[in-house]
């Protein structure tokens, strides 16, 4: 696994939702040791208005907790944005939360108490998974604006000897 510099990482904007304070905070200084930016969410209503005001890079996020449990939260993130890698910690793991969490588009399912390894761990491969797909999407995108902007141009083929048409020839051309 690659190492990541201070300076790749501190690009990063990290939404922790857990209504624990003690762990809330734990998982935070985690993250913002590693170097990321990482802010903090008391529940799933907060982590809602957090993301109105902010653009995460990926959201982490306790399943129980009021106002909003953290499914609902997934949930609400992927109304408002796909892309955002989410992941789901549970004290008590159960096949159909996970079952739920998986259909509902969560990036991974962490059983808590979550180890700083494993959450580091879990937040480098969504990260770059996250990267990657914007990379096939900008990538997409540039392939979309050069097909747009082709055109066929026709060149006429002369005999120079006989100063007649031979033929044509098709070029394909793009600015």
Not at 51 to 76: A, C, F, Q
Not at 83 to 112: C, F
């Amino acid at each position: 696994m690659a190492e990541h510099s201070v300076t790749d990482v501190a690009l990063h904007s990290i939404l922790v939702a857990d209504d624990e304070p003690i762990v809330r905070d734990l998982l935070v200084r985690v993250l913002q040791r590693e170097g990321y930016d990482a802010r903090a969410a008391r529940d799933g209503a907060a982590a809602v208005r957090a993301l109105d005001e902010h653009n995460y890079d990926l959201v982490v996020s306790d399943i129980s907790m009021p106002n909003l449990n953290g499914l609902d939260l997934l949930k609400e993130v992927r109304r408002k944005e796909l892309t955002v890698p989410m992941s789901l910690m549970t004290g008590l793991p159960e096949a159909d939360s996970a079952i739920r969490a998986l259909r509902y588009g969560a990036w991974d399912y962490l059983p808590k108490p979550v180890s700083p390894h494993l959450l580091l761990q879990s937040v480098r491969r969504a990260l770059d998974k996250a990267r990657r797909r914007t990379e096939v999407i900008e990538t997409d995108g540039r392939l979309d604006r050069a097909l747009r902007e082709l055109r066929l141009v026709f060149q006429p083929v002369v005999d120079c000897e006989n100063d007649t048409l031979f033929g044509h020839e098709a070029l394909v051309r793009s600015s």
